[in-house]
């Protein structure tokens, strides 16, 4: 079973379940098997210093149960008044010191985690101590002594002492609920009507001294305190929102003068709590099902009502979880090895506990790459895989050197964030120096194109004399550092005796130890200079230095020192290169643990991740909590689901499945990453109801349409609340960009993988949508499917025909390097709605001069081939008689490997066969525009040609099309390029990182490349090459000029 993501997690913050190796008082079992029996994997945390950081990189956290915090104040406790012992005294105090040692400011780690979880709406239930954290997120101040501020409100005979340790059950206390409350719906069909008071026992009698605004207390006691908060924003279990604290103890609830446990409420919290992520689990759980590992619930049958059903599922997600427990993550054996007719013994909480114990061996013996105990045990700086490194992807300057990346690191920048042996130390803006081995150097130079550095001995920097210390021979770790063939070789002597006369111009002197003493320094071989005929010298040092300042040595041999100060030169090896290459094209850091003494991965929200192209699992991570005065254990359960992948291969073959199995067939879907950073541009849109669908004859026409999977040219007709679903109601932080004619969203939320292939019936696809997606994952559509959704800027004439040209055209044509389009929203939506396959690496602009310019992934060759296969794609277009008519590089996407996917296909024609070009009004992006198209009104074929020449000289210069800071001459990168090729300075065109001047073969082909767009650029269309010619160009640049014949069809694609 191909497994691929983890299965959500719940974060359960309990010391005591550390301490007494179980869940006490108010974790029960009962609640951990919830948690279990919902579909998640229980982390236990026995600290909550930590659990904040765990969040940046520890997903899927589906929930946070924040069983007790860290924040007693001893001050608040004085012996005399507490009854507390000594050694109690000393626990507090200790617990508190450790807490404040990361951070002074009081309380300042729960207001850090919950910040994290308002901002990220994680669901979260604090409770005893837990529930303070919501006071502390809206700025209130914690604690108070209640003793001393119920003197000021309350008669004597009214006051409860706060603390009464020697009863330690609690003090029991009556709370009057609060209406309208999450806690009043839970209590009012168990209480009697109208009286809505409750006697309850706290653990710990901690009021609070002010409560924001914005969160709503649940109960009120006598004495003062308030149990239980929740903020309405923050509440809406149907949108995933959870975020609430209680304040006394779950299974303490009575009735006044009855001892019996009969109250729902905090039991109502907790399954209000795991439904909110139940599905996740359960997903897995259906596909073990259709493997034959367990049977289907029968779901059908009319005795088996819903509620009965439902228990079904989750007692067979339960065993389920057991199972992968004991098989996949202790390797127990394969999934099917149980017989669906003796399943596993049900685990209980004890059991759960023993087992992560395993767990937590297996991970740090031999499963992670980066375990708690070798994290431990790190010798130097490694990379905190509890904090996703934000900056080590940036340049960055060191001394006069500017843009700098890896494998080099220095400055501010961790470690962890370059090689041990490229690590700079930065002076300043005054210089830069590169320690390896005990040799320090001062780097001059930095071409990482070249991939050369030039650099002077430090110690022989404006200097000539060396101490009695460091008479070292240079040296260099040749693993990552070869001398280039232009240094020349120099040696040093020093403390030399001489019986000459005539000093010779190589010889100076030096103080060593208070007196001087002859040097001389000779070029070459060293035998062959007669001085060493005349003078005994103790010490020698080879240095190398630079052709050129070999040469001007022998001119003028008294410029010695300014020879060293030129240093040499070599070249340097990027190790780890291909791994760290394809970390970065899945979005991830690659950084350096030198524990292990090589790379590791780090992907943003799932810590270490495998950068295999066959193998894009994300580890879980296991890690070292440690403070001032204690050390903490973190348990991550890590466990792999497989998720399939459905998306309809065919639209001519949807149909007869769908009059075959009631509709919806076998589908792919591509294993997607969720894309951080801002948008690339905010559109602004009005939404309206104004439906012009009835003037285009072949869309769908009744409204029944849509619920029968209707096609509208054979492809998928969505609803408008399925695509609202899935970008978030159209979350401005979720725009991908602009389409043409409209705002692209993305429409999933979580990475997915799933493969429906093996479904053996609709009514198991049916089960799994409702089940398992609509709980799980929010935000995707409820086929499985991540996708890029368009809505038009508005609904009028011009942009419907767009809309439905890109319709027609995208549902006509097959190719690999066009984008697919799933379908569109029907025809009495109330916004028209595109849904294309999602493509998460961006843009050829972004990766050229937008916001991942700064990658360094688009060499020469990964330029060549975007643009030949942007080449097929519309040579295949033009043979199929369609004009793309808006070709830019902001219309040509790239996959995670950097292939081609060309799109936005709103302003394309079909090209009539009997007529050689198209009258139309001018349109299209300026830069790229056909100057006789423009001109003229004559669209042709030709017109693309001329935009993909554009395209060219981006791909060249890294340059924007137009760019009006540019000399008002070079504003049009068209002008700009033909200039620079006629006038034969092509160096000042083509991106100097391409190495035009240093590498011949990149010089070869770009120079090829460069007349290939100057043809394409020609001012009349006759004059340009075809879009099938322009691909053979390229095929033969890229071939060394071997001759390729062209069968003269679209061999990579076809019409339908």
């Not at 399943?343 to 013996?365: E, F, N, Y």
């Not at 001995?457 to 280039?484: E, W």
């Not at 070869?1004 to 006759?1022: H, I, N, P």
Request: glycine share 8%; aromatic share 8%; with cysteine.
């Amino acid at each position: 079973m191909d497994l691929s993501t983890i299965l959500p997690r719940i974060l359960i913050v309990s010391g005591r379940s550390v301490r007494k190796n179980k869940f006490v008082d108010f974790v029960g079992e009962y609640y951990l098997d919830l948690i279990v029996g919902y579909g998640a994997v229980p982390v236990i945390v026995p600290r909550v210093n930590g659990v904040h950081m765990l969040l940046e990189s520890f997903e899927p956290v589906q929930g946070i149960l924040l069983c007790e915090g860290e924040d007693i104040d001893p001050s608040l406790y004085e012996p005399d008044a507490s009854g507390l012992s000594p050694e109690d005294m000393e626990e507090i105090r200790r617990l508190h010191v450790s807490d404040t040692a990361i951070d002074r400011e009081k309380d300042s780690i729960e207001l850090r985690l919950a910040k994290l979880c308002l901002e990220r709406n994680i669901p979260y239930l604090g409770i005893c101590r837990g529930s303070q954290v919501l006071n502390v997120a809206c700025g209130g101040t914690l604690y108070q002594d209640i003793e001393t501020e119920l003197t000021k409100k309350f008669q004597a005979e009214k006051r409860v002492a706060h603390i009464n340790y020697g009863v330690y059950d609690g003090h029991r206390h009556s709370v009057k609920v609060v209406e309208k409350t999450p806690l009043h719906s839970w209590f009012k069909d168990s209480l009697d009507e109208g009286n809505m008071e409750v006697m309850v026992n706290s653990y710990h009698h901690q009021g609070v001294k002010k409560l924001a605004q914005r969160f709503v207390p649940m109960a009120f006691a006598p004495e003062g305190l308030i149990e239980g908060f929740y903020d309405p924003d923050a509440y809406k279990p149907e949108e995933g929102k959870f975020i609430m604290g209680l304040q006394f103890h779950p299974e303490r609830m009575r009735k006044s003068d009855i001892h019996e446990f009969d109250y729902p409420g905090c039991p109502s919290a907790y399954q209000e709590f795991v439904k909110l992520w139940k599905g996740s689990f359960m997903a897995l759980s259906m596909m073990l099902l259709w493997k034959g590992s367990f049977p289907a619930p029968n779901c059908t049958a009319p005795a088996n009502d819903g509620e009965q059903c439902e228990r079904k599922k989750i007692d067979v997600s339960a065993k389920v979880c057991t199972l992968l427990f004991r098989q996949v993550i202790l390797l127990a054996g394969p999934l099917s090895s149980h017989s669906p007719h003796n399943p596993p013994v049900k685990m209980r909480g004890h059991s759960l506990w023993r087992t992560s114990i395993l767990l937590l061996l297996l991970a740090a013996t031999a499963t992670l790459p980066l375990s708690a105990a070798t994290a431990a045990a790190a010798p130097s700086p490694s990379p905190p895989v509890t904090a996703i490194p934000s900056n080590c992807s940036n340049a960055f300057d060191c001394g006069p050197l500017r843009n700098l990346s890896y494998p080099f690191t220095g400055g501010n920048r961790p470690a962890y964030c370059g090689i041990p042996d490229f690590r700079l130390t930065c002076h300043g803006n005054q210089s830069a120096e590169l320690t390896t081995g005990s040799m320090r150097y001062r780097v001059l130079d930095i071409n990482q194109t070249t991939r050369s550095l030039t650099m002077a001995r430090s110690d022989l920097y404006n200097n000539t004399c060396l101490s009695n210390s460091t008479y070292n021979n240079t040296t260099l770790n040749s693993t990552f550092f070869i001398g280039q063939p232009e240094n020349e070789d120099l040696t040093i002597f020093y403390g030399c005796s001489s019986i000459i006369t005539i000093v010779p111009p190589n010889m100076f002197n030096c103080e060593i130890n208070g007196s001087s003493s002859k040097s001389y320094y000779l070029m070459g071989p060293v035998p062959y200079d007669p001085v060493l005929n005349v003078s005994k010298c103790n010490v020698s040092v080879s240095v190398p230095i630079l052709q050129s300042s070999a040469a001007m040595l022998t001119d003028n041999r008294s410029l010695l020192k300014e020879a060293l100060m030129k240093g040499f030169a070599v070249n340097y090896t990027v190790p780890y290169e291909e791994e760290c290459i394809k970390c970065r094209r899945i979005l991830g850091e690659c950084v350096f643990n030198s524990t292990s003494g090589g790379p590791i991965c780090i992907c943003s929200g799932s810590g270490v991740c495998s950068v295999s192209g066959k193998d894009r699992i994300t580890l879980g991570i296991v890690l070292a909590l440690s403070g001032a005065g204690f050390t903490g254990i973190l348990l991550g359960f890590w466990i792999f689901s497989q998720r399939a992948k459905k998306r309809k291969l065919g639209v001519r073959h949807a149909s007869a499945a769908s009059s075959a199995d009631g509709g919806g067939g076998p589908a792919h879907i591509s294993e997607i990453r969720e894309i951080s950073g801002p948008p690339l541009s905010k559109a602004i849109f009005t939404t309206s109801t104004t439906n012009y669908s009835p003037t285009i004859p072949s869309y769908p026409s009744s409204k029944c349409d849509l619920e029968n999977g209707s096609t509208y040219f054979g492809v998928q007709v969505f609803s408008y609340e399925e695509l609202e679903e899935a970008t978030q109601n159209f979350n401005p932080a979720r725009e991908l960009g602009d389409g043409g004619f409209g705002t692209v969203y993305y429409g999933q939320k979580k990475k997915s993988h799933y493969n429906f292939a093996e479904l053996h019936s609709v009514n198991h696809r049916i089960f799994t949508m409702r089940l398992c997606l609509l709980w799980l994952f929010t935000g995707e559509l409820r086929d499985g499917r991540a996708v890029a959704v368009k809505r038009l800027y508005e609904n009028n004439m011009r942009r419907l025909e767009q809309f439905m040209n890109e319709v027609e055209i995208l549902t006509r044509l097959r190719h690999d390097n066009l984008v697919r389009l799933f379908g569109c929203t029907s025809r009495r939506s109330r916004e028209l709605l595109l849904v294309y396959e999602f493509i998460p690496n961006g843009t050829v602009a972004d990766h050229l001069h937008g916001k991942r310019a700064s990658s360094g992934f688009l060499r020469w060759e990964t330029r060549l081939n975007i643009a030949m296969e942007t080449a097929d794609a519309l040579a295949c277009l033009h043979e199929n008689d369609v004009i793309h008519r808006d070709v830019k590089t902001n219309n040509i996407l790239l996959d995670d490997d950097f292939h081609v996917k060309v799109a936005d296909f709103g302003l394309s024609r079909l090209f009539p066969n009997d007529v050689s070009h198209v009258s139309t009004a001018p349109q299209g992006t300026p830069g790229y525009v056909d100057p006789e198209y423009y001109l003229c009104y004559r669209l042709t074929d030709k017109s693309d040609v001329y935009s993909f020449g554009v395209v060219l000289s981006e791909l060249l210069s890294s340059k924007p099309a137009v760019d009006t800071s540019r000399h008002r001459h070079d504003v049009n990168l068209a002008n700009m390029a033909v200039n620079k090729i006629q006038s034969r300075v092509l160096h000042e065109l083509v991106d100097p990182v391409l190495g035009f001047e240093t590498d011949y073969q990149v010089k070869r082909m770009t120079t090829l490349v460069a007349e290939l767009a100057f043809q394409c650029l020609q001012q009349e269309k006759d004059t340009r090459p075809t879009m099938l010619e322009v691909l053979e160009a390229l095929r033969r640049i890229k071939n060394g000029d071997k001759s390729l014949q062209s069968d003269g069809s679209c061999a990579d694609g076809y019409f339908i």
